[in-house]
């Protein structure tokens, strides 16, 4: 493995000098923390709020990444726009949480005020000002640029940089697909975690981990549901083509298979309180007695054709927009269960419905994770979108049974990593190839480069899950 940045990145502290092994000081030291609050959170396009939390004109959401805030708020049915949330004044926020504020923005300490557009509007005995202190141009709200898609409003703190959609490609293509823009919000639940940002992220690029982990998702024995007759080992690859299928026929258990898969179905539902929602577990359910021992070899491909035409069919009867599941099962980087976005964004889909993470630092060694469970809804019956949630500590019973497996191993890696002994991870280069990925692309943002080479780089970054080691062009 060859140094993974030109010379220009020699200025970047624990740069990846291999692409399979991360220094662990990356996790902890305060000045690569700060060159990452310096030279990355304020380049890279970032969630900032769901649409349906700012469905009127008026509705605001602040969002706040370590020490900018921006506030995103509805001018109109067709404008949304983003500004620095400080007043022109004295730099007092102007919004804070969420809300709606229809007639504009009113500075709470010295009542100075702005229309939605980012007009200033009133100062109380202009009189007293320099002439030049009350500039129209100048008094403007500074806007912060702002872009829609996948259902969400996306901010990006430097307005030289590229547009949306040329920025998250590669994402946006999986969630278009799965027509994201039609998913609402069931529930918003948010996590204290004791450690760093990427650490948290990172938990979520690979399923190298479920074995250990969720032990509870590991793939059902076929050799229990094709039966223990000795005929069984002709199914194996080096087994005779007519022996396969006469053996396939006899003793592969339909029931048994399609049991197992329910019980999956619904395990994972459980576990993640939505990932595959109830709802589509339920409709499953009703496929119990199909017969799949004509094609046992091809089961798994049967039985989601099956599970897909019963879902889609359920929700378009309610109104509901649903994509071609089965369109989606042919393209594996689109069909993934999980797709992440550069820097910190992911979207596990799963049927008609999917979960949402988000991770923002909030110190070397602490960051927030939240976690959104979204799914479709008849037109009109959509939900109040859930408010935001107070962050519960990563041991808290409320979890669900995955993400609490998840957080439990978490805090003792940060604090593991701080073993002297420890110097670096050591990455799988064929499925842990997107830790790698995405740490390059930090390290480009560290080291200053453009986006001429930073844009395709956060795309080939982004993407399925469990990926491996990328040229990412530097």
Same mark, same amino acid.
């Given at each position: 493995?060859?140094?993974?940045?030109?010379?220009?990145?020699?200025?970047?502290?624990?740069?990846?000098?291999?692409?399979?092994?991360?220094?662990?000081?990356?996790?902890?030291?305060?000045?690569?923390?700060?060159?990452?609050?310096?030279?990355?959170?304020?380049?890279?396009?970032?969630?900032?709020?769901?649409?349906?939390?700012?469905?009127?004109?008026?509705?605001?959401?602040?969002?706040?990444?370590?020490?900018?805030?921006?506030?995103?708020?509805?001018?109109?049915?067709?404008?949304?726009?983003?500004?620095?949330?400080?007043?022109?004044?004295?730099?007092?926020?102007?919004?804070?949480?969420?809300?709606?504020?229809?007639?504009?923005?009113?500075?709470?300490?010295?009542?100075?005020?702005?229309?939605?557009?980012?007009?200033?509007?009133?100062?109380?005995?202009?009189?007293?000002?320099?002439?030049?202190?009350?500039?129209?141009?100048?008094?403007?709200?500074?806007?912060?640029?702002?872009?829609?898609?996948?259902?969400?409003?996306?901010?990006? +703190? %430097?307005? /030289?940089?590229? $547009?949306?959609?040329?920025?998250? &490609?590669?994402?946006?293509?999986?969630? !278009? *697909?799965?027509? #994201?823009?039609?998913?609402?919000?069931?529930?918003?639940?948010?996590?204290?975690?004791?450690?760093?940002?990427?650490?948290?992220?990172?938990?979520?690029?690979?399923?190298?981990?479920?074995?250990?982990?969720?032990?509870?998702?590991?793939?059902?024995?076929?050799?229990?549901?094709?039966?223990?007759?000795?005929?069984?080992?002709?199914?194996?690859?080096?087994?005779?083509?007519?022996?396969?299928?006469?053996?396939?026929?006899?003793?592969?258990?339909?029931?048994?298979?399609?049991?197992?898969?329910?019980?999956?179905?619904?395990?994972?539902?459980?576990?993640?309180?939505?990932?595959?929602?109830?709802?589509?577990?339920?409709?499953?359910?009703?496929?119990?007695? +199909? %017969?799949? /021992?004509?094609? $046992?070899?091809?089961?798994?491909? &049967?039985?989601?054709?099956?599970?897909? !035409? *019963?879902?889609? #069919?359920?929700?378009?009867?309610?109104?509901?927009?649903?994509?071609?599941?089965?369109?989606?099962?042919?393209?594996?980087?689109?069909?993934?269960?999980?797709?992440?976005?550069?820097?910190?964004?992911?979207?596990?889909?799963?049927?008609?419905?999917?979960?949402?993470?988000?991770?923002?630092?909030?110190?070397?060694?602490?960051?927030?994770?939240?976690?959104?469970?979204?799914?479709?809804?008849?037109?009109?019956?959509?939900?109040?979108?859930?408010?935001?949630?107070?962050?519960?500590?990563?041991?808290?019973?409320?979890?669900?049974?995955?993400?609490?497996?998840?957080?439990?191993?978490?805090?003792?890696?940060?604090?593991?990593?701080?073993?002297?002994?420890?110097?670096?991870?050591?990455?799988?280069?064929?499925?842990?190839?997107?830790?790698?990925?995405?740490?390059?692309?930090?390290?480009?943002?560290?080291?200053?480069?453009?986006?001429?080479?930073?844009?395709?780089?956060?795309?080939?970054?982004?993407?399925?899950?469990?990926?491996?080691?990328?040229?990412?062009?530097?």
């Amino acid at each position: 493995m060859t140094e993974t940045l030109s010379s220009r990145a020699l200025n970047v502290p624990f740069r990846m000098e291999r692409p399979d092994r991360v220094p662990a000081q990356r996790y902890y030291d305060p000045q690569f923390y700060a060159m990452e609050n310096e030279r990355l959170w304020p380049r890279t396009w970032q969630m900032a709020c769901r649409l349906e939390e700012i469905e009127n004109p008026g509705d605001y959401v602040e969002y706040e990444i370590l020490d900018h805030s921006v506030v995103v708020v509805r001018v109109d049915s067709d404008t949304i726009k983003a500004y620095e949330n400080t007043c022109r004044h004295r730099g007092v926020k102007l919004a804070q949480g969420s809300g709606s504020l229809p007639s504009g923005f009113t500075c709470p300490f010295h009542g100075w005020c702005w229309s939605l557009d980012g007009t200033n509007t009133f100062v109380f005995q202009p009189a007293l000002f320099d002439g030049g202190q009350l500039d129209r141009d100048d008094l403007r709200l500074r806007e912060v640029q702002v872009d829609t898609a996948l259902g969400c409003a996306w901010v990006n +703190l %430097d307005r /030289s940089a590229p $547009p949306l959609r040329e920025s998250i &490609a590669t994402f946006a293509r999986a969630g !278009d *697909a799965w027509q #994201a823009q039609d998913l609402r919000a069931e529930w918003w639940l948010s996590c204290a975690l004791p450690v760093n940002w990427k650490l948290a992220t990172e938990a979520f690029m690979e399923g190298y981990h479920v074995m250990q982990t969720h032990p509870q998702l590991l793939p059902t024995d076929y050799k229990k549901l094709m039966g223990d007759d000795p005929i069984y080992r002709e199914l194996s690859p080096g087994g005779s083509g007519a022996k396969k299928r006469k053996a396939s026929r006899e003793y592969f258990d339909s029931r048994g298979f399609i049991d197992a898969q329910l019980h999956y179905m619904n395990t994972l539902s459980v576990g993640m309180a939505g990932l595959t929602h109830m709802n589509d577990v339920r409709i499953a359910e009703g496929l119990r007695d +199909l %017969d799949l /021992s004509d094609d $046992p070899d091809n089961a798994d491909k &049967a039985w989601q054709r099956h599970v897909n !035409d *019963a879902v889609m #069919a359920w929700h378009r009867h309610r109104g509901e927009a649903m994509p071609d599941l089965n369109k989606l099962l042919e393209t594996p980087e689109i069909w993934s269960p999980v797709q992440f976005c550069f820097p910190n964004y992911f979207m596990l889909f799963n049927y008609s419905s999917a979960s949402v993470y988000r991770i923002r630092p909030v110190s070397p060694e602490s960051c927030l994770f939240e976690l959104w469970s979204l799914t479709r809804y008849p037109p009109g019956q959509e939900p109040v979108p859930p408010p935001k949630p107070v962050p519960m500590l990563p041991d808290d019973p409320r979890w669900p049974p995955i993400p609490a497996q998840d957080f439990s191993n978490l805090p003792i890696q940060q604090k593991a990593l701080h073993n002297r002994g420890f110097q670096f991870m050591r990455l799988s280069d064929k499925v842990e190839g997107m830790i790698s990925n995405y740490q390059r692309v930090v390290d480009g943002y560290l080291a200053g480069l453009g986006y001429d080479q930073l844009t395709p780089a956060v795309q080939k970054a982004s993407g399925a899950f469990d990926a491996p080691i990328r040229d990412i062009g530097f």
